[in-house]
T-cell receptor, first 112, second 113 residues
Framework: AQSVSQHNHHVILSEAASLELGCNYS??????LFWYVQYPGQHLQLLLK??????LVKGIKGFEAEFIKSKFSFNLRKPSVQWSDTAEYFCAVTGNTDKLIFGTGTRLQVFP | EPEVTQTPSHQVTQMGQEVILRCVPI?????FYWYRQILGQKVEFLVSFYNNEISEKSEIFDDQFSVERPDGSNFTLKIRSTKLEDSAMYFC???????????FGPGTRLLVL
């Protein structure tokens, strides 16, 4: 069965620090990969997605993610975080159907 | 920018009661979904809906659950006889195509007492 693992449950950073959030998935077939973000009090929003092509994808607000097929990973990165990046980040995958399988989420706190 | 909306934002109900959660998907979207998130747990897929039919449902989506698109705009999730373990945040989502980006609503927080 498909599953998604996010190993960082809670990350605390100072502003301007670099961010990398891990995401691994298990599925043997072709996958589509997503990172969603949920800012405090708001709904899930798409940060970026990978369907095919260049494995390095760029999303909104300076985020990027790299699909490494051999490692079944899709880690999220940002070179310099801001206080406004404080949120919960969810990695998700779809396989042979369109249902999203989510990871447990990573809570990011950025301090000024 | 078009958004998915959900009502109510919060609902408190007694065990055994029926609840209907409402969603208005983005107007040109054809694919509709319900997910839920029990406090402290993952967001879980419940059901997908296309062309007035359920496309896929999870093990969670048992006979107590049903979905409906009663008119051209609303998409509802009904829980016939709520249980304590149904307490969760319920998210509706919609997309233009089956492999397209799913846009989420703000959720309905359901508390079953």
């Amino acid at each position: 069965a498909q599953s998604v693992s996010q190993h960082n449950h809670h990350v605390i950073l100072s502003e301007a620090a670099s961010l990398e959030l891990g995401c691994n998935y298990s599925y043997g077939g072709t996958v589509n990969l997503f990172w969603y973000v949920q800012y405090p009090g708001q709904h899930l929003q798409l940060l970026l997605k990978y369907f095919s092509g260049d494995p390095l994808v760029k999303g909104i607000k300076g985020f990027e993610a790299e699909f490494i097929k051999s490692k079944f990973s899709f880690n999220l990165r940002k070179p310099s975080v801001q206080w406004s990046d404080t949120a919960e980040y969810f990695c998700a995958v779809t396989g042979n159907t369109d249902k999203l399988i989510f990871g447990t989420g990573t809570r990011l706190q950025v301090f000024p | 920018e078009p958004e998915v909306t959900q009502t109510p934002s919060h609902q408190v109900t007694q065990m055994g009661q029926e609840v209907i959660l409402r969603c208005v998907p983005i107007s040109n979207h054809l694919y509709f979904y319900w997910y839920r998130q029990i406090l402290g747990q993952k967001v879980e897929f419940l059901v997908s809906f296309y062309n007035n039919e359920i496309s896929e449902k999870s093990e969670i989506f048992d006979d107590q659950f049903s979905v409906e698109r009663p008119d051209g705009s609303n998409f509802t999730l009904k829980i016939r006889s709520t249980k304590l373990e149904d307490s969760a945040m319920y998210f509706c989502a919609s997309s233009e195509s089956s492999s397209g980006t799913q846009y989420f609503g703000p959720g309905t927080r359901l508390l079953v007492l």
